[in-house]
């Protein structure tokens, strides 16, 4: 007995990593980002947006004053996309009642890990948090780098370079933005899945005394028709 509670806690303790182990190593949110279609649109734009650059300019300082306009972008619009995300996380974890919780805690069967909805909820909403931090502090970083104003005597590298630090900060950008869409809908299935509960509730207590009341009232008609069939 002994043996199989410490089995159980374990695989409880394993379902319930912390930090970004817990958040991106359980497999189950790599996979998620992976075969998201933000991702895969992100990946497409991407591309397309990266060969139109190469195709109508090839020089590279060219392609180093669009990162800079891609960096001053980035730096400041996602401080307000961020913080509708943190907010939207925010609102899933802190608004949420226990008992609702307590419904949507059940281990999902597609998931390899047994993570419940409200953890998947939670990894997705997290990642996409994370994901936008990266891309702000990688502007950033970029940005500060753009301001050296280094330079590179061999054109051929410079061209590589800048144009690997683009597509790279380009990929980000697009990817947060997209992923801001994302958190909406998952806003929106959450909270969807809130009103299932609730309303589950409210039938199965109305079916009850539905079923309460129709007991009763047999039992009652019952009860008249014993006494009434001694007096024909």
């Known amino acids: 007995l002994e043996i199989m509670v410490m089995d159980d806690d374990n695989d409880l303790r394993t379902r319930h990593k912390v930090s970004i182990d817990g958040i991106f190593r359980n497999g189950y949110t790599i996979d998620k980002i992976r075969k998201s279609f933000v991702f895969k649109f992100g990946l497409i734009l991407t591309c397309l947006f990266g060969g139109c650059l190469l195709f109508f300019n090839r020089e590279a300082n060219r392609i180093f004053e669009y990162i800079d306009d891609l960096a001053s972008t980035v730096l400041s619009t996602f401080p307000s996309l961020l913080g509708f995300s943190l907010a939207g996380y925010a609102l899933i974890i802190g608004v949420s009642d226990l008992k609702l919780i307590g419904r949507m805690s059940e281990p999902l069967k597609s998931t390899k890990q047994k993570l419940s909805f409200f953890q998947t909820t939670s990894c997705v909403f997290a990642s996409s948090v994370l994901i936008q931090c990266f891309t702000l502090i990688l ?6 780098i753009v301001k050296q104003k280094l330079t590179v005597d061999n054109e051929c590298v410079c061209l590589i370079l800048n144009f690997f630090i683009y597509i790279t900060l380009l990929f980000f950008g697009l990817f947060s933005m997209l992923l801001l869409c994302s958190t909406v809908v998952n806003l929106f299935t959450y909270g969807q899945t809130v009103h299932f509960c609730v309303r589950q509730d409210i039938e199965m207590t109305k079916n009850e005394e ?21 007096y024909e």
């Open 139 to 144: 502007a950033f970083c970029v940005h500060l």
């Open 210 to 230: 539905d079923g309460l009341w129709k007991d009763i009232k047999e039992a009652v008609i019952g009860v008249l028709k014993n006494h009434l069939n001694k």
